[in-house]
């Protein structure tokens, strides 16, 4: 509601031209904040805005700015305000958005940044999508091996202004080998010795990642050892750059979505749900829709090859969505945790056999369980207590198969290098329908022949 209430006086400042108050505005808060009174503004006159602060924390406010908007910025505004701005927003994000504009405006854009920005930008861009190059930063604080702490820390007070973190501090040597870390703590608490060596700080055990590695699994490195950036290199151990902690999470985030979205059997989207077209969206999520749907006609199909049975004892037939749920629901549970559980890194594919034997067991006691609860609506509706079994028997079964079904596929898809979460709950449950109704009638034909 107060974003609201300060729009007209926002208004009334870019109309009069009133600068002073307008870089006020900026500076007073924290960029979140003035980009969130920003919300009601359309897209030029938060331009405007912007131009009142200087570049530094122009790039900072911009970086809070929804995706839409800032894509409608930088698509529509000045080349060279523009231009200006990009060289002051990290690499790896200057990557991302012009990655979604149109290749004339980028090469106008790029044309007017300053030449060793406009080479990080080309670089990055040479990186494959979901690679950790395509979202390391070149923005590091790099010194090198042969510095004195007194030189380091002068070196330092000049990059600081344009480096996105300075937790660490990477070691190189004359050719951009990467030799060590040293922590800024450390480097400060050294003041009193400030002819000692830069080599003689640092850490050589260093955690790093290849440029070509899986952005999924950097996250999990970085998660690992708890850090705040890790370093990228290349096959010759090149300093290139570095993945903060803020791209991780956005990592995590993006790899969460992709998963939740095949989950629940749609194709991944690659924009946002509210930015995604309706025929996109459509199209997405019929296209598993479709495959689901034949694999439900799967099901008829079989109900359609045992009609005889169903037909003489037909009392089965009131058995049939408890048979064919208990199975796919205890496959979902089991696929859920499996792929949850690869995502985090707590299982590995290598891990079958130990998962097979904990599903077993836990497959054979909740079958144990529901079939316990299904006894007693099987004596009340079969004709006899004897064909009564045939219910709490099935179930037993295809719950032990659910499970078994549900922690299999996801490790068999993650084996010949597929997206687990492919093997989603609705391809599990249409699995174990089909499988629920050839027990179930087996069973029945078993018994009651």
């Avoid at 006159?45 to 131009?51: F, H, I, K, S």
């Avoid at 370093?231 to 151990?237: M, N």
């Amino acid at each position: 509601m107060i974003n609201t209430l300060f729009l007209p006086e926002l208004r009334e400042m870019l109309s009069e031209g009133n600068s002073g108050a307008l870089q006020e505005f900026c500076t007073a808060l924290h960029p979140a904040r003035t980009a969130e009174f920003m919300e009601g503004l359309d897209a030029h006159e938060a331009w405007q805005v912007l131009q009142h602060a200087d570049l530094v924390l122009r790039a900072e406010i911009f970086s809070y700015f929804e995706h839409s908007r800032k894509l409608e910025m930088l698509a529509s505004e000045d080349e060279r305000e523009v231009a200006d701005l990009i060289t002051h927003v990290p690499a790896d994000d200057a990557v991302d958005i012009l990655g979604e504009l149109d290749e004339r405006r980028v090469d106008q854009l790029l044309a007017l940044v300053p030449a060793p920005d406009r080479r990080d930008i080309r670089r990055l861009q040479t990186f494959p999508e979901g690679t950790a190059g395509s979202i390391m930063t070149t923005e590091a604080a790099c010194l090198d091996e042969k510095l004195t702490v007194k030189q380091a820390l002068e070196q330092l007070s000049r990059q600081a202004e344009r480096l996105e973190t300075i937790y660490y501090i990477y070691v190189v040597d004359s050719t951009n080998h990467l030799r060590g870390v040293v922590s800024t703590r450390k480097l400060v608490s050294s003041f009193g010795k400030l002819d000692r060596k830069i080599a003689d700080l640092m850490d050589t055990d260093i955690v790093t990642v290849n440029a070509n590695d899986d952005q999924q699994d950097v996250a999990h490195v970085v998660a690992k050892y708890d850090l705040l950036a890790i370093p990228v290199v290349d096959a010759q151990r090149h300093m290139l750059g570095i993945i903060t902690h803020d791209d991780v999470i956005d990592v995590v985030l993006e790899e969460a979505t992709e998963d939740v979205q095949r989950i629940a059997a749609v194709e991944p989207l690659d924009d946002s749900y509210a930015r995604t077209p309706i025929l996109t969206l459509t199209w997405k999520r019929g296209m598993w829709l479709g495959i689901l749907f034949f694999a439900g006609l799967i099901t008829a199909l079989a109900l359609r090859r045992y009609e005889p049975v169903l037909d003489q004892f037909t009392w089965l037939v009131y058995f049939i969505p408890l048979v064919i749920g208990s199975g796919g629901n205890s496959g979902a549970q089991s696929s859920t945790l499996i792929i949850a559980a690869m995502a985090t890194g707590d299982i590995k594919a290598g891990d079958w056999f130990t998962i097979v034997n904990r599903e077993i067991a836990t497959g054979c006691l909740l079958g144990i369980f529901l079939a316990s609860l299904s006894l007693l609506p099987a004596m009340l509706l079969a004709p006899t207590i004897t064909t009564s079994y045939i219910v709490p028997i099935t179930i037993f079964l295809v719950v032990l198969c659910g499970t078994l079904s549900g922690s299999i596929l996801p490790l068999l898809f993650k084996h010949v290098g597929w997206d687990p979460a492919l093997m989603s709950n609705p391809f599990v449950a249409g699995i174990n329908d089909i499988l629920g109704i050839v027990v179930y009638v087996n069973i029945s034909l078993l018994l009651l022949g």
